[in-house]
């Protein structure tokens, strides 16, 4: 036998030998795998969709129902109080779990974070989508483990790839839920074991959706601007206040949570909240910045708006998610960093409907330490023309923003730049 040249001896024995066998078993076994949890995450989603623009469509047609949402935040409490136990921990608990596993996610995660996001909606907090599609996504995938017996190295993918599929099929962005799910547990590290279970639950889980009909928000698709010093520089400029916008709201909501905390019987934490909410509309007099707020995103787009968008949105949304109503933070940080980018289109000198989509995703990857996930969301919604300015917004919006982001869970496992005289390493 004649001996192997020397630079492939240089290789472990485990790459120098392709095992197409076991390659196929492993590709055909999760294509199996994932597709399960493609179809129940992508079916959950999309009736989670539909009934989501119900009670919104109700709520716009029926103000008066602001005012029961202190009793809608009393139910939500009861429920997660005597029959959520872990539940509670609703993003948290999936990450938690990947990391160091404890326990199944429990099934009934998934009727309670449904029920709390539609009771949230229907009375007028301000919340998202992302978080119940998210934990719907995982929770039905760690159903399977049991069933079929897999191991725990198993599960960990299962769970990463419920992930995925939930963000994909509720935006409607697979390449960048498949990412998402990849790269929220540890800050600066992807486990590339899990790249084909996510992107195959990802692809699945967004064409299931889609074939039930359920269709996804359509925005504009940015024109090509060349990329220039200046356009750079003002770029720069407009991620940095992005990643600082991610930085107050992730703040503002993890001290807001630990002030109703010193409430002891938590199911009053939503209804002291709600009291709250409904004085500050009332106050505003409108309802501009309750709900999911796609109407005013979408209106960021054409024409600057105020800068009390911004932070109105981002005041309610803190508040709501900080005293226990449920739904995600997502497509709130999309409406704050679109209005933002939007009023900051009065001074600076690029175009609104840019600075807008840099906003979108910028304040959301700094908000959520997922700049990759953010780009790829930003090409998918809004082509590709624009990508370098796109990839600017949301790596120097994750650098802004600082180390916690809106999951208390997610692990530091590289800081996102080195220290002055130490070694970037864990932290």
Not at 134 to 142: E, T
Not at 176 to 205: D, N, Q
Request: with cysteine; proline share 7%.
């Amino acid at each position: 036998m004649r001996p192997l040249p020397a630079f492939l001896r240089l290789l472990p024995a485990r790459l120098r030998l392709l095992n197409t066998p076991a390659t196929l078993l492993f590709v055909l076994r999760w294509v199996l795998l994932s597709g399960l949890v493609g179809v129940a995450a992508g079916s959950a989603s999309a009736f989670f969709l539909v009934a989501l623009d119900w009670v919104t469509n109700w709520r716009e047609l029926h103000p008066w129902a602001l005012a029961l949402l202190p009793a809608a935040g009393f139910l939500i409490g009861l429920a997660y109080h005597y029959f959520g136990s872990r539940a509670g921990r609703g993003n948290n608990l999936i990450l938690e779990e990947i990391q160091a596993p404890a326990g199944p996610v429990p099934l009934r995660l998934v009727p309670l974070v449904l029920g709390g996001t539609l009771l949230t909606h229907l009375f007028g907090g301000s919340a998202g989508r992302e978080g119940t599609a998210v934990q719907m996504g995982a929770a039905l995938a760690d159903q399977l483990p049991p069933l079929l017996r897999l191991r725990p190295h198993d599960r960990r993918l299962l769970l990463l790839a419920g992930m995925s599929a939930g963000f994909a099929s509720v935006f409607g962005t697979p390449l960048a839920g498949a990412v998402f799910g990849l790269e929220v547990v540890r800050l600066g590290s992807i486990r590339y074991e899990a790249l084909l279970p996510a992107f195959l639950a990802a692809l699945s889980a967004d064409f299931v959706t889609r074939a039930w009909g359920v269709g996804h928000t359509h925005y504009p698709q940015l024109s090509a601007l060349p990329v220039t010093p200046a356009g750079v520089g003002w770029t720069l400029l407009a991620a940095a206040l992005f990643g600082l916008a991610a930085r107050s709201f992730a703040t503002l909501t993890h001290w807001l949570s630990r002030q109703f905390a010193r409430i002891s019987y938590p199911p009053l934490r939503p209804v002291v909240g709600g009291v709250l909410l409904v004085a500050a509309v009332w106050a505003l007099g409108t309802t501009r910045y309750i709900g999911l707020g796609v109407p005013v995103i979408a209106e960021a787009f054409r024409v600057p708006l105020p800068p009390q968008d911004f932070l109105l949105k981002l005041l309610l949304t803190a508040l709501t998610l900080g005293c226990g109503f449920k739904g995600g933070e997502v497509t709130p940080l999309f409406f704050m960093g679109a209005t933002l980018g939007s009023a900051l289109a009065v001074v600076l000198p690029l175009p609104v409907a840019l600075l807008a989509a840099m906003g979108f995703v910028g304040v959301f990857a700094g908000a959520a330490n997922t700049p990759l996930a953010c780009l790829l969301m930003g090409l998918e919604l809004f082509g590709t023309l624009a990508g370098g300015y796109l990839a600017l917004a949301c790596v120097v919006a994750y650098l802004f923003s600082g180390h916690r982001g809106i999951y208390s869970a997610q692990l530091i496992e590289q800081a996102k730049h080195p220290r002055p005289g130490r070694r970037l390493g864990k932290v």
